[in-house]
Every structure is written in C-alpha cells, then in structure tokens.
C-alpha cells in the first residue's frame, strides 16, 4: 500500500508499505477513504516530537471501512464505515474508566501515526478497535466527519469544557488556526456573549466572523491585550482560550483573564513558559490544560448530523493520496495558501 512516511527532520516521502495485519484479536484494519493533516504533524515533520521515528507512518485523522477484525471485536464488522478516533483507548483500565482516555495504561493514548503507524496511508490497524472507532451513520456527510477525529474534540473539551464557557461569557480565542476554530464553532452551544478571536492573519480573522466571532483583533501590531482590555472595560474575559502553544500566545491569556477566570490552553508547547503567579496569585483564575479524550465524539457526532455544528466549513483544500506531499506543502504555507483543513481522498 501507499503511505505517507517521516524520514527524520524535515523529510517525508510517500512510499509502498506492506499492508498492515492483525496483531491483537482487539484490533481491526481499517482501509482509510479520506484522511486529513494535522498541526501536529507539522511539528513532528520538524522533529519537535522525538517519540516518532524515522519510518513511521503520520496521521491521527480519517474515516475508512472496516477490512478485517481480530477475534475479540464486537462493536465492528467487516464493511462498516467507521470514525477513527485521534485517541486510542482500552476502556477498561483506570483512567479509561474515568473517561481520560488520553491517558489509557493498556498502551493507549495518542498513540497512531506516533508510536504506531498512522492514518495518512491506504490501510491503518487501530488497537482497541471497540473503543476507538466509531460507527458512521448512514447517509453522514465523511468529509465533515473527520473533523471529528481530533480538531473537533479537542476544541470542545479542551478549550470550551475546560475553560467552563457559560451563557453571557466573554470569551477571546488566542489563535485561529483550525482548532482556534473548532473552539469558536463549539463554544456557541453555550451562547457567550461575546467571542473575540485573536490572530495576525487577516484571512482567519474573515473566517472567524463567518464562524460566529462576534470581535477579532489583528495583532501583528502586539497590542491584543490593550485591545481587549478596551473591549471589556478594563475587566479581561472569563474565558481565555489559548490555541497556538507559544509563549506570546500563552502570556496574551494570563494578561487578559478577569477575576475569577479560567485560561484553557490547548496549545502544544514545546518550550517552557512563565506563570506571572506574581499578579495571578490572588485573581481567582483557574488554568488548565489536557490532551483530547474524544469522550465527546458521540455528542459532537449528533451535533454534526443534524447541522447545528457545521464543521465541513473548516475544510479548504482537497487533495488524492497519491498528492499527499503537496497537501503538506499547502497545509505548511496554510497563511499563504489560506489553508485550514486538507481533505486526502483515496479512491
Ligand atoms: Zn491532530
Ligand atoms: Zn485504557
């Protein structure tokens, strides 16, 4: 089969890769019909994410049909259209069980296209297949679906829920990339009064009030904090979200959380940050942070199929597998080619 191979720093290449087997009776293979590129990847394509190695096959996103179960499935047959989950998990174990299936102790936890082949190919094998796929409903829109593999979720539970949105809340969005998005999208479930999103590119910013932004705020001048400030009379917002993982956009949110507040961040950081607990100390704030869980895959899914939540709007650009390096070429200039999700259909 085909695949979408890391080759080291800044090297991929699309290679033939032996179609995968069952390994455990939990497992199933799937043969993958869209799959997507994720801002992960690109930081994996830079070597930030030393748990991928050289040979590994990327991607965390797709939806498939069911090509082969292991004896011990239950919840799948051969045929059925199913959702890959970014999040791989058990469901028994302790922390399964207590819906943090990011951290699952059976070997689960983000693990496809890190620390096992991934999505971005023609065939995936997903372990714990009972607990990591979901079924399709018949007549689903697919492309839209595999907005629910990840982008989804993670601005759901880790921006939204986390952050505790409630009715009449100001929210501000500290990066519009496609999870900045996901979060703008999920966040109107529980009608804020205002969300302001926050980015340098003009581009998301249009999106953003298509999305449902109701202020954004270009800072290529730096001056975000000031601006918001105004916005709010000098009160900050109740919900900081943080979405890009730098330390610029981490320190927008402790600057602009009011009293009381929360700061979500969602963010993958790869170098420290500074806690300015000299100021934050008596703010009330909380903060939190998490890797997806995908516990709400089934809500989002609902949600989706009957269009309250349209998430096929994320979707710019659609590429065949055969392409896949130039879809990465475009997600990576994704300013320049106002590029949010890439759709890669194999046929
Ligand atoms: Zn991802
Ligand atoms: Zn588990």
């Known amino acids: 089969m085909k695949a979408l191979v890391y080759k080291g720093t800044n090297k991929l290449a699309l290679e ?56 011990n499935v239950s919840n799948f047959s051969v045929g059925d259209h199913v959702l890959i989950s970014c999040i791989t998990s058990c469901g028994k174990c302790t922390n399964c069980k207590k819906g943090m299936y990011s951290h699952c102790e059976n ?32 007549g689903a829109d697919q492309e839209a679906l595999v907005m629910l593999s990840d982008i ?21 969005i500290v990066g519009g990339g496609p999870i900045g998005l996901a979060a703008l999208l999920t966040a109107q479930f529980y009608s804020p009064a205002e969300i302001i999103m926050v980015d340098v590119d ?28 105004a916005l709010t009379d000098n009160r900050g917002v109740d919900v900081a979200i943080e979405a890009i993982g730098i330390a610029l ?17 969602i963010g993958v950081h790869g170098k420290p940050v500074q806690l300015n607990l000299d100021k934050l100390w008596a703010h009330n704030i909380t903060l939190t942070t998490g890797l997806v869980d995908t516990v709400t895959t089934p809500m989002l899914l609902k949600t989706v199929m009957s269009g309250k939540v349209r998430p096929k709007q994320l979707i710019t650009h ?6 896949v390096l130039q879809a990465y070429g475009t997600f990576s200039n994704a300013m320049k080619e106002h590029a949010l999700k890439v759709i890669i259909t194999n046929d």
């Open 16 to 71: 033939d890769k032996p179609i995968p087997v069952i390994k455990t009776p939990t497992d199933a293979i799937v043969k993958i019909t869209k799959t997507t590129i994720c801002g992960t990847d690109l930081h994996i394509m830079k070597g930030d994410v030393p748990t991928v190695t050289d040979g590994r096959i990327l991607g965390h996103e797709g939806v498939g049909i069911i090509e082969q179960v292991g004896g």
């Open 107 to 138: 070997g689960g936890g983000w693990i496809l296209g890190n620390l096992i082949d991934g999505t971005q190919a023609e065939y995936v094998r997903i372990p714990f297949a009972d607990n990591s796929l979901y079924p399709i409903p018949a």
């Open 152 to 172: 989804l979720p993670t601005g759901f539970e880790c921006g939204v829920l986390n952050g505790h949105v409630k009715p009449g809340d100001t929210v501000a």
């Open 202 to 229: 003009d581009n998301r910013l249009e999106v953003s009030k298509k999305f449902g932004a109701t202020k954004v705020l270009n800072n290529s001048d730096g001056k975000a904090v000031e601006k918001v400030m």
């Open 249 to 265: 956009s981490f320190d927008i949110c402790q600057a602009i959380v009011a009293a009381g507040g929360h700061i979500a961040n």
């Open 318 to 323: 659609r590429f065949k597998f055969n392409d």
